[in-house]
């Protein structure tokens, strides 16, 4: 969004018609509140910018459908001219001509109309050009139909308006809806606005409205639209003194008949503005992140570079974009509805006095007077900067301009770094509220993400401590890994085609993710119909499964005016996480997904794994919409950004520590329980302290050794060309263990049916010289380096007999004999080495033994008596012979 | 209507048009022939995209497409707008619609939405004595206003109590008399005479109320009148403290009733009352938290004042005088029958209570029922004409012959029809919602579709628009228990409604945003301590209840 500049933060406020009291919709669902329709379609006008044009910022809805709008705004408008009550000049009434023409024009390069054209809602900025205030509203309030008030000034309406008629009527005669105005109707009230400005006063202001509208209309009869109304007013001099370009101009706006009127779009090619059209530039399109164009292809440097950095004072802040001073608004106190009724806007009067009298059962209310304070007031209030700047004020000006080149520091060295370091240590929902903080870390991502792909690395780095939520989107886009034309790639996949999946879509949609204003609006509903449809149709190989339209909530939310970045999103994560889960024969993935993740569930916490097999409660009663829809389905959109702001970061294993991580926080519950209390536990998953589950996951991740959780189904190894030039993955924690070399150390492919009749997890060979430190010979390709405190600690056991023990064995390993260890019942017998086991229960347990089918019951016996982080090397010795790392103890030589 | 209006909307005529597209393609002439339907729908980009792969046209002509495509539609857009527009001129001309008709219709449009060409509000004292009112009770000033309050308060109060006092002799002294009479009764007097005694007591009994009834009206209408300009008049002062006239403090009458023997009677009435509270998350993805209170006690204890004045009655009277005029009401219902009076039953026992004490913001309960009374009528009357004009939509279902029932007596009122008073006198209630029911509702078998039920939802749907944050309903939609109310039944009857609050408690979050409420269920005093345990152990398997912070566990 454009730097704020000189502009204002403006807010205004209006109602949204309440609805007809219990009516369904088609769909046998609620009717959708007229408020949220609007929000929804509101959305679109955030990336209508352009230098004529106010630019929207934000929308908020407040109790009984009241909406918020934040735009941009200057205090001074063509009121205030017409208020000096002299004419204005025939050179400046061309240059606002020409101004507001550029605005509407772009807005109708955008299919919609200004339907609204007022002198209030023509604003001046600093430098006394044309800034059009409220372009928006005709557009979002679907034409006007999602109100009660009439949209436009009764003045400045044009003829063919007034003929069509006002939707707000209790007459039933009137039964058809006008059709939406066309971008004419705005070239009238420009013109009625220009006549105004020449002849210095408002017109038509002192006979009443229907007189008003009437004399419109009849305007139609007259030949000379500019006399009549000039002699009306009594100025027909003033009219005849002006320039013939002016008064051409003026004819040609107030044109009777639509057909013969111009448009925006051929006014501006007018031969009156031939002299002057040569001093505006037509407006560029900034080109957005994301997209395929290079973004510096109209990049000019100024002859001189220093012009560049001379010094505009120390606000340093008006040159941040208008959403990020709006949101750091916010996040400084501010509070729209309090501003609005400190200004008298909003007035409310104590529910206790407007309550109805009478109500009939089906919900029709009487004896209620007409609220007053629900009238429209359409003043837009200024908010009050002050407050922010004051709190930004101790904030360098380095925070604003952040260098990247240096790897090492992420945070600007000042004064306030050290005050800043301290707040990385708080609560990420604190953190979140912080201003300064906030502000840090968005100058710092939107330069990384403008420096994106070639910033990668640094991304993925900052996003480790956190993602400003305003970025959000854009960050997740970068961690993906999203590139390439997504606009064109997405534009050329037909979404409108039916395909067999429509019917499910289309149930499925109203469900999702429905307490969001966003995504439950009309709006909302269109755009994920439209991604789910391109990601149907553009993966031929894969289905649509229900818990998909869950999974796409996230990506939609936050790239809801980019939809071709939210299908791109979505395509890079679903084979990133959720290979093959889309199949349409999906059981082989998904079944050794669950026994992977029971066999999690054992390693990390054998006591409560024991007691839900117990019960028989399994994961393929519960954690199927969990993994199917990466948590989307159980969770609320904001504690999904922060799962998945970690989970983006993590590799495809990441998941399974999220769930053990979920089971451990309902622990206590799970483990008083029986099945049937447990299944109605999870029916409806209570309240899961976000935080804390992301805490203990990424400790559970730390803890699990890479190649437990091993998947034949899994992605397979990316050919080499798929990694972007950019490096590798830049991190231990996001590499896949499917990614890495395979060689014959690595895991091999188990069948599913033995794969379910191992309680505990199998580690690789080389997973286990890694955990050990085995300094092997130098063929052996370590995985990438890794920081050492992050390593778990390992206690290997070998449980071969004491002969084969003594024949070779791996360094630092502890033999227990496979036979005297448990007794008949299963209980761990005394002995030394069992009490060497006990002393390294916060260790990785790694069972070797040359038979495996020992090695798992072994492992199973430990697990049954709660030993945590028990598994099994794979392969067994006979595969660690070949490394040739066994040693023989120096004593026995 | 305006409903209507809006779904013929998405029906306006579309009109097929035909994009032609001509291009070569080495020696060949390819001619791409499209049919569109205005006004379009669809995204250009899309409809390019599309056709691009749909009739495999090769991407050397992409860009000329798209632009010839964008350029097609806007100039048939603008040729439709511009036929609409004046075929709408048309009919203006041709007098299809009246022009004066027509501009009458948009000047009460602008006069009835915006605040412009709204005519300019009249000062309403209500409102005015709201923010007055709503404002000093902010204020220190508000210690003050409750002691004269409560001044008020006892003496009414004491007025009552001498009316009962005097309401008590006389019928002791007519007991007398008709003893004496009965006694004489065959022997010199005969059934004619007792008739005439007891008619004249009754009389006697009728002036004697009469009397007190009007003393009681005269007292409280002077009191409200006092109160009211004495608030004002504090307000003023307060506004320029220079000339206060009021600055000393209004001492607390003490109460002259016995204390002992209340502090008696709440002790034994503290015995009697049972609650338990719940916290409950509703909602599948995004939770809201509510909380749930079950209590056995008397309706009408939510309404009447304790007469003494010990702390916490004042807290709590301090407590609904705060959340008076603000944003967090308190409300109760109450099911009374289908007659709009206070003459009977619950409706005279609410009566009877609302009166002991002056209320001097809302009109008295009379007043207000005699106007809802004629909302009633009025609503009735804007029903029927409206049915007789949409005739098609009442033929559905039973509405006939419940139009009969209304055509008997308008008057009266509906089940699941409810009507709203306002107080501000009660002791934890500020709106009271007074729901119709019938005998249904004692019989066994009611269901979810039930007009109390339904009135249920209305009456929470109101509180959603109204900011009503703390609601009590009887539980078993009744107040008194009877002989046919077995256990089975009260469960049965527990389980409906918790299932249905539940509904639409999950509905309202769509309408409000999800605030957090209080909904009290109430059961009668006359149930069992088992009973209530029964119900208070049903209420967490049906609501969420929200899992409790165990601090001794290690986690």
């Keep these: 969004m454009k730097p704020l500049r000189d502009a204002e933060l403006g807010a205004s406020t209006f109602f949204a018609s309440p609805l007809p009291h219990d009516v369904c919709g088609s769909n046998g669902l609620p009717l959708t509140p007229n408020s949220i329709k609007i929000l929804g379609r509101f959305q679109i006008l955030k990336t209508i910018t352009h230098p004529r044009l106010c630019q929207y910022v934000d929308i908020t809805r407040g109790k009984h459908e009241r909406l918020v709008i934040v735009a941009e705004h200057y205090e001074k408008s063509l009121k205030d001219l017409l208020k000096q009550g002299k004419p204005v000049s025939p050179e400046m009434v061309l240059h606002v001509a020409y101004e507001v023409l550029e605005g509407l024009e772009f807005m109708n390069e955008h299919g919609m109309v200004h339907r609204a054209l007022s002198p209030n809602n023509v604003l001046l900025d600093r430098e006394g050009k044309v800034k059009l205030a409220k372009f928006g509203l005709y557009h979002m309030t679907d034409h006007g139909a999602d109100v009660d008030f009439p949209i436009g000034y009764p003045s400045y309406l044009p003829p063919e308006v007034i003929a069509q008629g006002c939707l707000y009527s209790s007459d039933p005669s009137i039964i058809e809806a006008p059709l939406a105005s066309g971008p004419k109707t705005d070239v009238w009230s420009l013109g009625v606005l220009l006549f105004e400005l020449c002849v210095g006063r408002q017109i038509l202001q002192n006979i009443d409205i229907s007189e008003r509208m009437k004399f419109i209309i009849t305007l139609g009869c007259m030949d000379d639209i500019i006399t009549v109304l000039a002699e009306e007013h009594g100025c027909l001099d003033t009219v005849k003194e002006l320039p013939e370009n002016v008064q051409a101009l003026l004819r040609k706006c107030l044109t009777f008949l639509p057909s013969k009127r111009a448009t925006p779009a051929e006014l501006l090619g007018d031969s009156v503005f031939e002299s002057m059209s040569c001093q505006y530039t037509p407006h560029q399109c900034p080109v957005r992140l994301f997209a395929a164009a290079p973004r510096c292809a109209r990049l000019e440097l100024p002859e001189d570079i220093s012009q560049l950095c001379k010094d505009d004072g120390e606000n340093y802040l008006v040159e941040r974009g208008i959403d990020e001073v709006y949101h750091l608004w916010c996040l400084a106190g501010g509070d729209l509805e309090k501003e609005l009724t400190n200004q008298e806007i909003i007035q409310s009067k104590p529910p206790a006095c407007t309550l109805p009298k009478f109500i009939l059962e089906d919900g029709e209310s009487f004896g209620q007077g007409r609220d007053r304070s629900f009238l429209l007031d359409d003043t837009t209030v200024t908010l009050s900067l002050y407050q ?182 979505m395509s890079a994560f679903i084979p990133k996480y959720l290979y093959n889960f889309f199949l349409k024969d999906n059981s082989h993935v998904i079944q050794e997904y669950l026994t992977v993740f029971s066999q999690m569930i054992a390693f990390h916490d054998p006591e409560l794994g024991n007691h839900l097999n117990e019960i028989g409660f399994i994961p393929d009663l519960y954690a199927i919409p969990w993994f199917l829809t990466m948590f989307t389905h159980v969770f609320p959109l904001h504690k999904i950004f922060h799962l998945w702001d970690t989970l983006l970061l993590g590799n495809s294993s990441f998941p399974f520590c999220i769930g053990v991580a979920i089971l451990q926080q309902l622990r206590d519950r799970l483990l008083a329980n029986g099945f049937n209390e447990c299944i109605l536990l999870f029916s409806d998953l209570p309240e899961i302290d976000i935080e804390r589950c992301v805490r203990e996951s990424i400790n559970l991740f730390c803890w699990s050794p890479k190649s437990a959780t091993y998947r034949q189904h899994a992605q397979p190894n990316k050919t080499a060309s798929d990694n972007n030039s950019f490096g590798k993955t830049p991190s231990f924690y996001s590499s896949e263990y499917e990614d890495l070399t395979k060689t014959d150390l690595s895991r091999e492919p188990l069948k599913l049916s033995e794969l379910k009749a191992e309680v505990s997890p199998r580690i690789s060979v080389e997973d286990l010289i890694d955990l050990c430190e085995l300094s092997g010979p130098a063929c052996f390709k370590t995985p990438a380096k890794r920081a050492r405190t992050g390593k778990p600690k390992i206690l290997a056991v070998d449980i071969r007999s004491l002969e084969d023990f003594s024949r070779g064995h791996i360094p630092g390993s502890i033999n227990i004999p496979y036979t005297s260890t448990f007794g008949p019942e299963g209980e761990l017998l005394q002995c030394p080495a069992t009490s060497a086991l006990a002393g390294h229960r916060l260790r990785v347990i790694v069972i070797l033994s040359n038979i495996m089918k020992n090695a798992t019951t072994f492992a199973a016996h430990l697990v049954k008596v709660n030993f945590p982080r028990v598994c099994v090397l794979d392969g067994g010795m006979n595969k660690m012979k070949s490394t040739g790392l066994l040693t023989v103890p120096s004593p026995q030589i | 209507m305006q409903a209507k209006m809006r779904k ?408 699941g029809e409810f009507y709203i008073s306002r107080h501000s006198n009660l002791s934890e209630v500020h709106i009271v919602f007074h729901l119709c029911v019938d005998d249904n509702v004692r019989s066994g078998n009611i269901t979810a579709r039930d007009p109390a039920i339904m009135g249920l939802r209305n009456i929470l749907k109101v509180c959603c628009t109204h900011d009503v944050t703390t609601i009590t309903i009887p539980l078993l939609l009744v107040h008194d228990m009877s002989e046919e109310m077995t256990i089975p039944w009260c469960l049965k009857r527990a389980e409906l409604v918790f299932k249905c609050v539940k509904g639409f408690m999950m509905e309202m979050a769509s309408w409000d945003g999800g605030i957090s409420r209080t909904v009290q269920f109430l059961v009668p005093q006359s149930i069992s301590d088992e009973m209530f345990y029964q119900l208070s152990n049903m209420l967490p398997q049906i609501f969420r209840v929200s899992s409790t912070l165990t601090l001794t566990s290690k986690r």
């Design chain 1, 388 to 569: 922010l700047k004051n709190r930004l004020k101790d904030v360098a000006g380095e925070t604003f301009y952040p260098l990247l080149e240096d790897e090492q520091s992420s945070l600007p060295q000042s004064n306030s770094s050290n005050e800043l370091s301290a707040t990385i240590t708080l609560p990420l929902i604190i953190r979140e509220r912080d201003t300064e903080y906030q502000l840090t870390r968005i100058v710092l991502f939107d330069r990384l993400l403008k420096a994106y792909p070639y910033k990668k690395n640094q991304v993925w780095r900052e996003a480790r401590v956190d993602i400003p939520p305003l970025l959000r989107g854009l960050a997740w886009a970068a961690l993906l890994g999203v590139e390439g034309d997504i606009q064109s790639k997405y534009d050329g996949i037909d979404k409108d085609t039916p395909i067999p999946t429509d019917r499910q879509i289309e149930v499925d949609i109203p469900r999702c993710h429905q307490y969001d204003e966003l995504l439950s609006s009309p709006q909302g509903h269109v755009k994920f119909r439209r991604v789910l449809k391109a990601w149907v149709v553009s993966h031929p190989d894969l289905v649509y499964w229900q818990g998909l339209d869950s999974l796409c909530a996230p990506f939609l939310y936050l790239n809801f005016n980019n939809e071709a970045l939210a299908y791109a999103c």
């Design chain 2, 8 to 415: 013929n909307k998405g029906k306006t005529n579309t009109i097929e048009k035909e994009f032609v597209f001509e291009f070569k393609a080495g020696n060949h002439h390819c001619v791409l022939k499209v049919p569109l339907q205005f006004p379009l729908k669809e995204n250009v980009s899309d409809l390019h995209g599309r056709i691009m792969l749909l009739h495999k046209i090769p991407c050397f002509v992409e860009n000329d497409l798209k632009n010839r495509l964008v350029s097609f539609i806007k100039r048939e857009m603008l040729a439709d707008y511009d036929r609409e527009a004046e075929a709408a001129l048309q009919r203006l001309t041709t007098g299809e619609v009246d022009v004066n008709k027509l501009t009458n219709i948009w000047a009460k449009a602008y006069s009835e939405t915006t605040l412009e060409h709204a005519r300019p509000e009249e000062p309403s004292w209500d409102e005015d004595f709201a923010s007055v009112y709503h404002e000093l009770i902010h204020s220190p000033a508000s210690e003050t206003l409750l002691n004269l309050e409560h001044n008020y308060f006892v003496s009414v109060s004491e007025l009552i109590s001498e009316r009962d006092m005097e309401l008590k002799k006389l019928q002791e002294r007519q007991a007398v008399e008709m003893n004496k009479v009965m006694q004489e009764l065959g022997k010199s007097l005969c059934d004619q005479d007792v008739n005439t005694v007891a008619a004249q007591h009754f009389d006697a009994q009728q002036v004697l109320e009469n009397k007190w009834a009007s003393e009681l009206k005269h007292v409280t209408g002077i009191q409200k009148h006092e109160y009211q300009e004495w608030v004002m008049k504090l307000h003023r002062d307060l506004q320029n403290p220079n000339n206060s006239t009021i600055n000393e403090e209004i001492k607390v009458q003490p109460g002259q009733l016995g204390e002992a023997g209340e502090a008696g009677a709440r002790l034994f009435e503290e015995q009697r009352q049972l609650e338990e509270s719940f916290t409950i998350h509703l909602g599948a993805q995004l939770k809201t938290m509510h909380n749930l209170r079950l209590l056995r006690s008397d309706v009408l204890d939510f309404c009447k004042h304790r007469r003494h004045s010990s702390s916490g009655v004042k807290l709590r009277r301090l407590q609904t005088a705060l959340s008076l005029y603000s944003t967090s009401l308190c409300g109760l219902v109450l099911l009374v029958d289908n007659r709009v009076n206070s003459y009977s039953g619950i409706k005279r026992d609410f009566a009877t209570v609302s009166k002991e004490c002056t209320d001097f913001h809302f009109p008295r309960v009379d007043e207000q029922l005699d106007i809802i009374q004629q909302v009633v009528l009025y609503a009735r009357a804007q029903r029927s004409s409206k049915q007789r004009e949409q005739p098609e939509m009442t033929r559905n279902g039973g509405s006939e012959d419940k139009n009969k029932i209304i055509d008997r007596n308008s008057s009266n009122i509906l089940p």
